[in-house]
Protein backbone atom coordinates (compact mmCIF):
# COMPACT_ATOMS: atom_id res chain seq x y z
CA UNK A 1 0.00 0.00 0.00
CA UNK A 2 1.55 3.26 -0.99
CA UNK A 3 -0.46 5.19 1.50
CA UNK A 4 1.16 6.58 4.55
CA UNK A 5 -1.46 6.24 6.90
CA UNK A 6 -3.07 3.67 9.47
CA UNK A 7 -6.24 2.17 7.87
CA UNK A 8 -8.86 0.72 10.74
CA UNK A 9 -12.55 -0.36 10.82
CA UNK A 10 -15.34 0.64 12.88
CA UNK A 11 -18.93 0.87 12.95
CA UNK A 12 -20.55 4.09 12.08
CA UNK A 13 -22.87 6.09 14.55
CA UNK A 14 -25.98 8.58 14.23
CA UNK A 15 -23.22 11.17 13.99
CA UNK A 16 -21.70 9.27 11.05
CA UNK A 17 -24.98 10.21 8.77
CA UNK A 18 -23.43 13.30 6.76
CA UNK A 19 -19.84 12.17 6.48
CA UNK A 20 -21.94 9.00 4.83
CA UNK A 21 -24.32 10.93 2.35
CA UNK A 22 -20.67 12.74 1.40
CA UNK A 23 -19.38 9.96 0.38
CA UNK A 24 -22.21 8.26 -1.29
CA UNK A 25 -22.43 11.95 -3.47
CA UNK A 26 -19.14 11.62 -4.30
CA UNK A 27 -20.20 8.26 -6.60
CA UNK A 28 -22.83 10.08 -8.27
CA UNK A 29 -21.44 12.22 -10.43
CA UNK A 30 -24.78 12.04 -12.47
CA UNK A 31 -26.52 14.07 -10.46
CA UNK A 32 -23.77 17.24 -10.17
CA UNK A 33 -26.09 18.63 -13.51
CA UNK A 34 -28.84 19.34 -11.34
CA UNK A 35 -29.11 22.95 -11.24
CA UNK A 36 -30.41 22.80 -7.36
CA UNK A 37 -28.37 22.07 -4.43
CA UNK A 38 -31.21 21.29 -2.51
CA UNK A 39 -32.84 19.27 -4.98
CA UNK A 40 -29.29 17.30 -5.22
CA UNK A 41 -29.25 17.16 -1.52
CA UNK A 42 -32.67 15.49 -1.17
CA UNK A 43 -32.09 12.63 -3.83
CA UNK A 44 -29.10 11.94 -2.74
CA UNK A 45 -30.41 10.89 0.70
CA UNK A 46 -33.52 9.56 -0.85
CA UNK A 47 -31.11 7.09 -2.72
CA UNK A 48 -28.68 6.48 0.08
CA UNK A 49 -31.77 5.29 2.58
CA UNK A 50 -33.30 3.46 0.08
CA UNK A 51 -29.40 1.47 -1.25
CA UNK A 52 -29.12 0.97 3.00
CA UNK A 53 -32.68 -0.03 3.46
CA UNK A 54 -32.00 -2.77 0.81
CA UNK A 55 -28.85 -3.66 1.75
CA UNK A 56 -29.94 -4.32 5.34
CA UNK A 57 -32.88 -6.55 4.17
CA UNK A 58 -30.47 -8.49 1.60
CA UNK A 59 -27.41 -9.16 3.75
CA UNK A 60 -29.74 -8.61 7.98
CA UNK A 61 -26.19 -9.94 9.46
CA UNK A 62 -23.79 -7.92 7.01
CA UNK A 63 -20.28 -6.43 8.73
CA UNK A 64 -21.00 -2.77 8.18
CA UNK A 65 -18.27 -0.47 9.02
CA UNK A 66 -16.50 2.76 8.06
CA UNK A 67 -13.49 2.73 6.66
CA UNK A 68 -10.48 5.13 8.40
CA UNK A 69 -6.82 6.77 7.73
CA UNK A 70 -5.81 7.46 10.97
CA UNK A 71 -9.15 8.00 13.12
CA UNK A 72 -10.73 9.91 9.94
CA UNK A 73 -13.66 8.26 7.97
CA UNK A 74 -12.68 8.33 4.48
CA UNK A 75 -14.68 5.10 3.08
CA UNK A 76 -17.31 2.30 4.23
CA UNK A 77 -17.10 -1.33 3.71
CA UNK A 78 -19.75 -3.55 4.04
CA UNK A 79 -18.88 -7.93 4.11
CA UNK A 80 -21.52 -10.65 4.64
CA UNK A 81 -20.05 -13.52 6.34
CA UNK A 82 -21.74 -16.71 5.89
CA UNK A 83 -21.07 -20.53 5.35
CA UNK A 84 -21.18 -20.70 1.72
CA UNK A 85 -18.96 -17.21 1.28
CA UNK A 86 -17.65 -14.10 1.59
CA UNK A 87 -19.72 -11.54 -0.38
CA UNK A 88 -18.51 -7.87 -0.63
CA UNK A 89 -21.44 -5.51 -0.65
CA UNK A 90 -20.14 -2.78 -0.70
CA UNK A 91 -16.25 -0.67 -0.67
CA UNK A 92 -16.37 2.87 -1.54
CA UNK A 93 -13.94 5.79 -0.41
CA UNK A 94 -13.66 9.42 -1.09
CA UNK A 95 -12.16 10.24 -4.54
CA UNK A 96 -9.08 11.63 -2.54
CA UNK A 97 -8.76 8.46 -1.05
CA UNK A 98 -8.49 5.85 -4.37
CA UNK A 99 -5.63 4.70 -6.03
CA UNK A 100 -3.59 4.99 -2.81
CA UNK A 101 -3.92 1.00 -2.44
CA UNK A 102 -6.37 0.88 0.66
CA UNK A 103 -9.33 -0.88 -1.33
CA UNK A 104 -6.70 -3.35 -2.46
CA UNK A 105 -5.46 -3.95 1.72
CA UNK A 106 -8.95 -4.18 2.53
CA UNK A 107 -9.43 -6.94 -0.24
CA UNK A 108 -6.47 -9.12 0.04
CA UNK A 109 -7.72 -9.05 3.51
CA UNK A 110 -10.63 -10.58 2.90
CA UNK A 111 -9.04 -13.07 0.21
CA UNK A 112 -6.58 -13.72 3.14
CA UNK A 113 -10.23 -14.62 5.00
CA UNK A 114 -11.48 -16.58 2.15
CA UNK A 115 -8.28 -18.76 1.67
CA UNK A 116 -8.04 -19.55 5.20
CA UNK A 117 -11.82 -20.81 5.45
CA UNK A 118 -11.82 -22.41 2.10
CA UNK A 119 -14.77 -19.68 1.19
CA UNK A 120 -15.09 -17.93 -2.58
CA UNK A 121 -15.35 -13.80 -1.87
CA UNK A 122 -18.15 -12.87 -3.96
CA UNK A 123 -18.84 -9.09 -5.04
CA UNK A 124 -21.33 -7.85 -7.79
CA UNK A 125 -19.45 -4.86 -9.56
CA UNK A 126 -21.89 -2.24 -12.42
CA UNK A 127 -20.06 -2.61 -15.81
CA UNK A 128 -19.13 0.99 -15.50
CA UNK A 129 -17.41 0.90 -12.30
CA UNK A 130 -13.51 1.52 -12.32
CA UNK A 131 -13.26 -0.94 -9.88
CA UNK A 132 -13.63 -3.58 -11.96
CA UNK A 133 -10.33 -3.01 -13.17
CA UNK A 134 -8.89 -3.73 -9.61
CA UNK A 135 -11.36 -6.58 -8.66
CA UNK A 136 -9.90 -8.29 -12.02
CA UNK A 137 -6.01 -7.72 -11.46
CA UNK A 138 -6.85 -8.44 -7.78
CA UNK A 139 -7.72 -12.19 -10.00
CA UNK A 140 -11.66 -11.77 -9.13
CA UNK A 141 -13.16 -13.88 -12.18
CA UNK A 142 -16.41 -12.85 -13.42
CA UNK A 143 -19.11 -15.68 -13.35
CA UNK A 144 -22.12 -13.95 -14.55
CA UNK A 145 -23.73 -11.09 -16.08
CA UNK A 146 -26.61 -9.88 -13.92
CA UNK A 147 -27.90 -6.70 -16.34
CA UNK A 148 -25.66 -3.83 -15.78
CA UNK A 149 -23.28 -5.62 -13.20
CA UNK A 150 -20.87 -8.27 -13.29
CA UNK A 151 -20.89 -11.20 -10.74
CA UNK A 152 -17.49 -11.74 -9.76
CA UNK A 153 -15.67 -14.03 -7.63
CA UNK A 154 -12.27 -15.09 -6.26
CA UNK A 155 -10.71 -18.32 -4.69
CA UNK A 156 -7.94 -19.34 -3.34
CA UNK A 157 -7.72 -22.78 -5.49
CA UNK A 158 -8.94 -21.09 -8.46
CA UNK A 159 -6.28 -18.55 -8.39
CA UNK A 160 -3.31 -21.17 -7.47
CA UNK A 161 -4.22 -22.86 -10.15
CA UNK A 162 -4.02 -19.61 -12.11
CA UNK A 163 -0.48 -18.77 -11.11
CA UNK A 164 0.91 -22.63 -11.64
CA UNK A 165 -0.51 -22.46 -15.25
CA UNK A 166 1.37 -19.05 -15.48
CA UNK A 167 4.60 -19.87 -13.70
CA UNK A 168 4.45 -22.86 -16.42
CA UNK A 169 4.13 -20.69 -19.72
CA UNK A 170 6.47 -18.63 -18.28
CA UNK A 171 9.20 -21.38 -18.03
CA UNK A 172 8.55 -22.61 -21.46
CA UNK A 173 9.02 -19.41 -23.43
Not at 37 to 58: D, G, H, K, N, P
Not at 144 to 168: C, F, K, S, T, Y
Request: charged share 25%; aromatic share 6%; net charge negative.
Amino acid sequence: MDFDHAITLRPPTEADLPFLLELYASTRADLAQLDSETTRQLIVRMQFEAQQSWYRAQYPQADVNLILADEVPVGRLYVARGSEEIRLIDICLLPDYRRHGIGAALLRELQEEGAATALPVRLLVAMDNPAIHLYQRLGFMPVDLRGMHRAMEWQAAQNEAQAAVQRATTHTS
